[in-house]
């Protein structure tokens, strides 16, 4: 803060206080000028001799009516002139009433007229200074959601300081939490420290909710569904996240020989078998990964596995939202096989409608007679991530009452192994020595391909009480970004992603002070995890636990967000963060708090997890779940 004397119309200059006036600004000694310690003359009365009586009494001083103006006190025809009788000798002092520039109580000075003091030739308009009183903290029953509010009113251009009363605790920055914050004790006593002539203290209530106007409706979580290298079905999933076991195995078959990298995060289980041949024979191997973990996700809320209709609901007030990266390149490479080796009449009709990406979310639409829409996301390893924050919009406003939101890919094929060998973006780990897939570690090398999918239930909070579900946790908000930088490489400075992790924390109403946890998209490629780091530091700006599954999965491409999604909600429902595997010795550029080896419980002091995930071309996206108590 600049002081008062650097500011170009603030010309501090010595009068007597014979010369001052209301409404002038005031400081009564050097000490006060350096100290930015100033009040406002309220008014300025003389202190007549011999006459107590009329003149020190609140009825007859200090009103501007009749003591307080130029005309009538402070000026040489009034005060002290050889005209005056010497039965009216001249006051030797006069009685200031001074006020606190920017508001307080009023006191009274009495000081001899010939004083030096010194003003900022700056007037004042008195009546718009407010009289205030601190408040008295000590009585005062705290809310979260309180604002208690510090203002120096002495000093003219100081800025007010506020705290928030947030789990408990006060902070002065939401946004940050390199500041420890206080306790109740604590703000009582520096209030009470600083309450007085200096300083105006008040306590601000936290605003009672008004019944009035339309909100967006509230998202919870009440299905989950999961397929993934860990096996199928969300118990294999959650049991192999916090019991640290990897999933990612070698690829032995002859299509893959002659790679450069030979492993991979694929499901153990044909996912063929696990639905009626006729079904899965009509769809790819990414839709079939989604059919199952999406029928999961909806009878673990609590529906009918047959669909709608029978789970009484209206299938036109149900959608369905997935991303998908290709969906299953395998098909296209099939029938191009075909195709030059038997020529066109080999080709099945089949090829085309089983190619599209989109055929996971007609997939799921068609299972389970889903009409109200099925939309499909492509945006890059973000994909997953972004389906579920489109689908917490169309829930929030009303299009939708229900929605499957979640992710499948199946890209485990030789051509896309190669094409990621050869951009060096694999991790050349063997199996032999832990998870090949090391995020945040020093000797991570790239990222381990990966397969599967993971789906949430979405519904409106009123529709999920009414019915007696339970609830994982609130889908609360997300972030979008674009890195605009390169077509592969992220953005070093981490930038984009933080610009997502800030609109994902402001679309969820919160602040950084309620993070409790990060679900990390962290791939172990050398860039992206440290762009990554760097934007969770400059976000957060403090140690929140964080936890990436890379290691024990593989990295799920366009699923990865979906399968992410649901273990930050299983942490949320369950207070536990699995650890992160492949992670044996931290690079110490990342300075995070990572959670290793064991799992570690959920901090208490705070209700919002976040998932991120991050995709080539710079596409960023960020879920903010929060916790139900």
Same mark, same amino acid.
């Given at each position: 803060m600049r002081h008062s004397s650097e500011i170009p119309y603030f010309h501090p200059h010595a009068v007597t206080l014979a010369e001052v006036r209301p409404g002038d600004l005031l400081a009564l000694s050097e000490e006060d000028v350096a100290g930015d310690r100033w009040f406002v003359v309220i008014h300025a009365v003389p202190e007549t001799l011999g006459t107590p009586g009329t003149l020190g009494t609140p009825g007859t001083l200090?009103? +501007?009516? =009749?003591? /307080?103006?130029?005309? =009538?006190?402070?000026?040489p025809e009034t005060l002290g002139t050889p005209e005056t009788p010497e039965k009216n000798e001249t006051p030797g002092t006069v009685r200031v009433t001074l006020r606190p520039p920017l508001g307080g109580a009023d006191h009274d000075e009495v000081l001899g007229r010939g004083r030096q003091v010194t003003v900022a030739c700056r007037r004042m308009d008195v009546g718009r200074i407010p009289v205030v009183t601190s408040v008295d903290l000590a009585g005062v029953e705290f809310r979260d959601g309180d604002r208690v509010t510090t203002l120096r009113v002495v000093d003219p251009h100081a800025v007010e300081e506020t705290y928030v009363r947030r789990w408990s605790a006060w902070h002065r920055d939401l946004e940050s939490l390199r500041e420890e914050p206080l306790s109740d004790g604590a703000l009582r006593e520096l209030a009470g420290e600083i309450a007085g002539r200096d300083h105006l203290v008040r306590h601000h209530p936290r605003p009672r909710r008004s019944a009035g106007g339309m909100a967006p409706r509230r998202v919870v979580v009440t299905g989950l569904g999961a397929v993934t290298p860990l096996g199928v079905g969300v118990g294999e999933l959650w049991r192999g996240l916090v019991e640290g076991r990897c999933g990612i195995r070698e690829l032995d078959g002859p299509e893959f020989e002659g790679l450069p990298v030979r492993v991979a995060g694929t499901v153990p289980v044909d996912p063929a078998t696990l639905l009626p041949r006729p079904q899965a024979r009509r769809m790819n191997r990414a839709a079939q990964f989604a059919v199952v973990a999406a029928r999961e996700a909806w009878q673990d809320a609590g529906f009918d596995g047959a669909g709608t209709a029978e789970s009484g609901l209206d299938p036109a007030r149900v959608g369905v939202s997935v991303g998908a990266i290709l969906g299953d390149a395998s098909v296209l490479v099939g029938g191009d096989r075909k195709l030059r080796a038997k020529g066109p009449r080999s080709v099945s009709p089949l090829t085309t409608p089983m190619t599209v990406p989109s055929q996971a979310a007609s997939q799921v639409s068609l299972a389970l007679r889903i009409t109200g829409e099925a939309r499909t996301?492509? %945006?890059?390893?973000? $994909?997953g991530t972004e389906a579920i924050g489109l689908a917490i919009d169309r829930i929030r406003y009303g299009h939708v009452d229900i929605a499957l939101a979640g992710g499948a890919e199946a890209v485990v094929t030789p051509a896309i192994m190669a094409s990621f060998a050869a951009m060096r973006a694999l991790s050349h780990h063997g199996l032999t020595e832990g998870s090949p897939s090391r995020p945040f570690a020093k000797d991570r090398d790239g990222f381990v391909n990966g397969e599967g999918a993971g789906f949430l239930l979405l519904e409106t909070e009123e529709h999920a009480r009414a019915r007696g579900a339970r609830i994982y946790c609130e889908a609360a908000g997300w972030g979008l970004s674009a890195d605009a930088h390169h077509m592969a490489a992220p953005d070093p400075s981490g930038s984009g992603v933080a610009l997502a992790l800030r609109r994902a924390l402001k679309d969820a109403g919160g602040h950084v002070v309620d993070v409790v946890h990060v679900n990390?998209?962290?791939? *172990?490629?050398?860039? @992206?995890?440290?762009?990554?780091?760097?934007?969770?530091?400059?976000?957060?700006?403090?140690?929140?636990?964080?936890?990436?599954?890379? /290691?024990?999965?593989?990295?799920?491409? !366009? *699923?990865? @967000? !979906?399968?992410?999604?649901?273990? =930050?909600?299983?942490?949320?429902?369950? @207070?536990?963060? +699995?650890? =992160?595997? /492949?992670?044996?010795?931290?690079?110490?550029?990342i300075g995070l708090d990572v959670v290793t080896h064991t799992a570690r419980s959920l901090p208490t002091g705070g209700d919002l997890?976040? %998932?991120? $995930?991050?995709?080539?071309?710079?596409?960023n996206a960020v879920l903010a779940l929060r916790r139900v108590r």
């Open positions: 200090g009103t +501007p009516e =009749t003591l /307080g103006t130029p005309e =009538t006190l402070g000026t996301v492509t %945006s890059a390893c973000a $994909s990390a998209h962290a791939t *172990a490629t050398v860039e @992206g995890d440290l762009a990554e780091a760097n934007a969770l530091r400059a976000v957060l700006g403090g140690p929140v636990p964080v936890t990436a599954l890379k /290691g024990h999965l593989g990295h799920l491409q !366009g *699923a990865a @967000g !979906g399968v992410e999604a649901v273990a =930050t909600a299983l942490t949320l429902y369950h @207070g536990l963060i +699995p650890p =992160t595997i /492949g992670c044996a010795i931290q690079d110490d550029e997890a976040l %998932s991120n $995930s991050f995709g080539f071309g710079g596409h």
